[in-house]
């Protein structure tokens, strides 16, 4: 099955600089890269996703690239602020339907 | 839109009973709806895939005894836990795709925290 690896597991950064999260997967059958974002106590949030005929997607402060040749996915965060601070994971899906999520990158963003 | 609901948001309940959460979605029909459990400081892990009108996949390791779903119609899946023991407390958080949205899309729903005494 598949297997996504996510680094770093912890993230500091000050408020106003940029935090990047990286993440690879194993299936070459995956085609589609979604990131959540996820409050304690709460499930996770989709923030946004990429499928594998597109290299690059932005959304305001928060844009995802993905590398099909190397298997790899990178989501990056910039202008980071205080309510940027919880858990993001990576996840892999393919023709199934189900997702393989990363270990998960607690960020937090200093004031 | 494309809200998903759980039932209850959190339960207390003793060794040895069961304990149904529901899955609800709000405002769209779900063809695939699926179940997730998270331990403290963990990942989210796939236990199953429900397919309305048909019998759930359970992944390895899951067992299919223990965990009873039903997903009766395009909108509300249960997830029984049976005779649950204090390792079955945990998060347990559904999620459902669309059947007329982007397919690969799957909307969370905010997670039953079960605990077992």
């Known amino acids: 099955g598949e297997n996504v690896e996510q680094h770093p597991s912890t993230l500091s950064v000050q408020e106003g600089d940029s935090a990047v999260i990286k993440c690879t997967y194993s299936d070459s059958a995956s085609n589609y890269f979604p990131w959540y974002k996820q409050e304690l106590g709460k499930g996770p949030q989709l923030i946004i996703d990429i499928r594998s005929n597109v290299g690059e997607k932005k959304d305001q402060r928060i844009a995802v690239t993905l590398n099909k040749t190397a298997k790899h996915f990178s989501l990056h965060i910039t202008e980071t602020q205080p309510e940027d601070s919880a858990v993001y994971f990576c996840?892999?899906?393919?023709?199934?339907?189900?997702?393989?999520f990363g270990a998960g990158t607690t960020v937090t963003v200093r004031a | 839109g494309a809200v998903v609901s759980q039932h209850p948001s959190w339960v207390i309940c003793k060794s040895g009973t069961s304990v149904k959460i529901e899955c609800r979605s709000l405002?769209?029909?779900?063809?695939?709806m699926f179940w997730y459990r998270q331990f403290p400081k963990q990942s989210l892990m796939l236990m199953a895939t429900s397919n309305e009108g048909s019998k759930a996949t359970y992944e390895q390791g899951v067992e299919k005894d223990k965990f009873l779903i039903n997903h009766a119609s395009l909108t509300l899946s249960t997830l029984t836990v049976t005779s649950a023991h204090p390792e079955d407390s945990s998060f347990y958080i559904c999620s459902a795709r669309d059947k007329t949205g982007p397919s690969y899309e799957q909307y969370f729903g905010p997670g039953t925290r079960l605990t077992v005494t």
């Open positions: 996840a892999a899906s393919g023709g199934d339907y189900k997702l393989s």
């Open positions: 405002d769209f029909q779900a063809t695939t």
